[in-house]
Nanobody
Framework: VRLVESGGGSVQAGGSLRLSCAAS????????WGWFRQAPGKRREGVAA???????SYAESAKGRFTVSRDNANNTLYLQMNSLKPEDTAMYYC??????????????????????WGRGTQVTVSS
């Protein structure tokens, strides 16, 4: 599976960004699909994920501000980010897994054998 992110950039606090992740070169359906982020000097954290059934999960920091969605027809994942804060500054990575289960996926991350990562897109929020 090849994942290519786009849509990152620099915004002021309170602004919005929409990230996209285009998937290609996969044989099976994407069961778990989502966004992780990593700021300098910090551990990677799950942000938002969506399953093949449309069920979503969010980190507490993202609830109420971020919305994850997927367009299966166009093989694209989105992350709409509103009310951005300086602490949202990080490299955002798209990740996917082509086998179930997706339970606790934001905590565990993609399965090492069945998971895939994009190269990331930078989001910078200034105060």
């Amino acid at each position: 599976v090849r994942l290519v992110e786009s849509g990152g950039g620099s915004v002021q606090a309170g602004g919005s960004l929409r990230l996209s992740c285009a998937a290609s070169e996969y044989k099976y359906s994407i069961f778990c699909w989502g966004w992780f982020r990593q700021a300098p000097g910090k551990r990677r954290e799950g942000v938002a994920a969506i399953g093949s059934d449309g069920g979503t999960s969010y980190a507490e920091s993202a609830k109420g501000r971020f919305t994850v969605s997927r367009d299966n027809a166009n093989n694209t994942l989105y992350l709409q980010m509103n009310s951005l804060k300086p602490e949202d500054t990080a490299m955002y990575y798209c990740a996917a897994q082509d086998r179930p289960p997706c339970a606790r996926w934001l905590e565990r991350g993609p399965d090492p054998d069945f998971g895939y990562w994009g190269r990331g897109t930078q989001v910078t929020v200034s105060s």
